[in-house]
């Protein structure tokens, strides 16, 4: 059978170490990993659809066996999300067990459970590290996206963490077209909670799908955020997500590299193992934690990341003057915005990602996760970028008692 | 690669000692190497920094720290060829800046 298959490129020897990413690691160097597709929010750009728990996420027993398996492995570090991950009754005792387990903890919240006692309980923990969500500066900005009241339940948390003494706990800031001018501002807010800025790219997943064509940063944009970066990227953390923006010129500091399925990965609530947290679509899904031989397995032997574990050859990026810096930029961005892997990302600052855009066929439909865990109904405080919520009559006569009546 | 996991950067607290191949070293008690496919990868539990040996030769050298008097010695007994020892004792600088080895503890 293998005689068939087309050959895998052999891992080279020596040589730098980015080629060595590209063909992958013995266990990821950092997996995110989301406890729950359950959150009280319900923000307009969710990457993962959150909204209602699923009823086939992991019992704690089985998220301590992922825990102690990525031990066994010596990942070092998960970066836990959702959802929101504080709602899972059983957090605290996974943050506790992965700790003792050797297994580093960064989780990324609203903000909604971190009340003075858990921030407390924070600052006296080693090896756990807080990332609060606000996308905007203001209110203003952050409540279109993130709903109502979300800015001062993050900025809330953020008090309650300074004030306990916790440190090194983060600001975590996605980049839209709304608030890319508050970079400022946003390091100016941070400074005055002693917390650290980190910024990452918004990518088109999830329902971010829906709003990325509004919310994604112009050229222009993009532009001032890479002088920006280049200015105070020593001061600033990003996840290394816009190795995009290198092409511009000069490399960004950290990994240009797409990790996918190579130095990460994704474990989603129901034990799915997904190349990447932007890319939960079922082209993108390598196993599940319940399979047998465990999330090593899957991470060592699924066909889909032997395939992502191989440096891109082909393709019009290749011959792009630029392809070193940027490698062709992020996967999950062109396959949700119905563009060729190897071709140009959708936010090319070369431009070419405009031009793929735009010669896009009309039909095109572009590819959507059946995996969609959104609320249903309307929810408190929802955000408005969409234009103000209308919530429908549960029955006809709660507009109106002759509503829709024909009184003929 | 000082900011390649740029996330997980904390400020070192410990003075750094300065590297003097001549003189014992071993790999940090609070550093767990990972075998990789063209080396290792390295974890400080206590600054959370992580970083790479980018050759299995060089992860054989920072096991050998701890069973011989001197980091040269290591280097000698890991059968580095004598071309490439003056980038491995400066690999081994690089590790000592980032506290991924320390000194040998003076046998009481």
Request: aromatic share 8%.
């Amino acid at each position: 059978m293998t005689a068939v298959l087309p050959a895998r490129p052999e891992r080279p020897t020596g040589g730098r170490l980015i080629d060595q990413f590209e063909y992958g690691l013995d266990a990821p160097i950092c997996l995110t990993w989301e406890l729950t597709y359950a959150c009280n929010l319900a923000c307009v750009h969710c990457l993962s659809s959150s909204g209602r728990r699923d009823p086939r996420e992991l019992s704690t027993a089985e998220a301590e066996a992922v825990i102690d398996e990525l031990q066994r492995m010596q990942v070092f570090y998960v970066n836990v999300g959702g959802g929101e991950p504080t709602v899972r009754p059983d957090f605290w005792h996974l943050l506790d067990y992965a700790i003792g387990h050797d297994v580093g903890v960064k989780f990324s919240t609203n903000g909604i459970k971190l009340d003075k006692a858990r921030a407390q309980q924070l600052a006296r923990t080693d090896y756990v590290d807080v990332q609060i969500s606000l996308d905007g500066a203001t209110a203003e900005v952050n409540d279109r996206v993130r709903g109502a009241g979300s800015f001062a339940t993050a900025t809330r948390a953020l008090e309650n963490l300074a004030e306990a003494g916790m440190k090194d706990f983060k600001v975590s800031v996605v980049v839209t077209r709304e608030n890319a001018g508050q970079l400022d501002e946003f390091k100016a807010l941070t400074d005055s909670f002693g917390a650290q800025l980190r910024i990452t790219r918004l990518r088109p997943s999830g329902r971010g799908a829906d709003v990325w064509d509004q919310l994604h940063p112009t050229q222009a944009q993009q532009r001032d955020l890479y002088n920006w970066l280049l200015a105070n990227g020593d001061n600033v953390l990003t996840g290394d997500s816009f190795f995009h923006l290198s092409a511009f010129g000069e490399a960004l500091p950290g990994l240009n590299l797409c990790g996918a399925g190579r130095v990460v990965c994704l474990i989603d609530p129901v034990g799915d193992v997904y190349a990447c947290p932007f890319a939960i679509h079922e082209n993108f899904l390598a196993g599940n934690v319940r399979d047998e031989g465990g999330f090593q397995r899957v991470w060592q032997s699924s066909e889909l990341f032997a395939d992502l574990r191989s440096p891109q050859t082909g393709g019009a990026c290749t011959k792009c003057a630029h392809f070193d810096a940027c490698r062709g930029g992020c996967m999950a961005a062109k396959f949700f915005t119905g563009l060729p892997l190897d071709g140009p990302d959708p936010e090319c600052v070369q431009g070419y990602g405009e031009s793929a855009l735009a010669a896009r066929d009309l039909e095109l439909v572009t590819p959507k996760s059946h995996i969609d865990h959104s609320h249903s109904g309307p929810v408190r405080g929802q955000p408005t970028l969409l234009g103000m919520p209308s919530i429908p009559p549960a029955k006809i006569c709660d507009e109106s008692p002759l509503a829709g009546l024909d009184l003929r | 690669m000082r900011r390649l996991l740029s996330d997980a950067g904390t400020v070192l607290t410990t003075d750094v000692v300065a590297f003097d191949p001549a003189t014992p070293w071993q790999k940090a008690r609070s550093v767990a190497l990972r075998p990789e496919p063209f080396g290792a990868l390295v974890y400080h539990f206590g600054n959370r920094k992580l970083s790479f040996l980018k050759s299995k030769m060089l992860v054989a050298v920072v096991k050998n720290l701890a069973g011989h008097p001197s980091a040269l010695a290591a280097i000698e007994a890991s059968g580095v060829p004598e071309a490439q020892r003056p980038a491995y004792v400066q690999a081994l600088a690089d590790l000592a800046r980032s506290q991924m080895i320390e000194p040998q503890e003076p046998t009481p």
